[in-house]
């Protein structure tokens, strides 16, 4: 004996009408935040990486005998504008502030840095999650100086 535990494929309850519009109401407006979220955070992600190569790139230069103040934040310059990042939106300090004539062995430390409210994107608000626009991104590199 075979019992017939569904309705038939024709006949649709009227008590479950709407229920996939009232899912996605609740679920799509979390989604579209998380996306966002992830495009934020990956953004951060990848700024941190190019102002660590930036800092690298000037700390190669620095290191030179002959270099100059002004050799180094050209190549960092070089390395930001390849990014996508302009001059006007990120800072460079050299320690020791002038790299020119110091003896062979010297540790000059590069380090470049902005905040995210000059360089993010700032797609989700601080109060779903998002980055405060004070947050500081940077990069570091120190080398010691040749002979």
């Known amino acids: 004996m075979l019992v017939r535990l569904t309705k038939p494929t024709g006949q649709k309850s009227r008590k479950r009408k709407g229920g996939a519009v009232l899912e996605t109401c609740l679920l799509l407006p979390t989604l579209i935040m998380l ?9 951060c992600i990848y700024l941190t990486n190019l102002f660590q190569g930036a800092a690298e790139a000037g700390a190669r230069v620095a290191i030179l005998d002959t270099s100059a103040n002004s050799d180094v934040t050209t190549a960092v310059t070089n390395a930001l504008t390849a990014g ?3 001059s006007s939106k990120y800072t460079i300090t050299l ?10 062995g010297t540790s000059i430390t590069v380090t470049v840095s902005g905040t995210w409210g000059n360089l993010g994107t700032q797609i989700l608000s601080t109060s779903f999650g998002g ?4 947050k500081t991104i940077s990069g570091a590199s120190s080398m010691v100086k040749e002979q």
Do not use: W
């Open 95 to 104: 320690s020791p502030s002038n790299i020119s004539g110091l003896a062979a």
């Open 84 to 86: 996508g990042i302009s």
């Open 131 to 134: 980055m405060a626009s004070t």
């Open 35 to 43: 996306g966002f979220g992830v495009v934020d955070y990956g953004y």
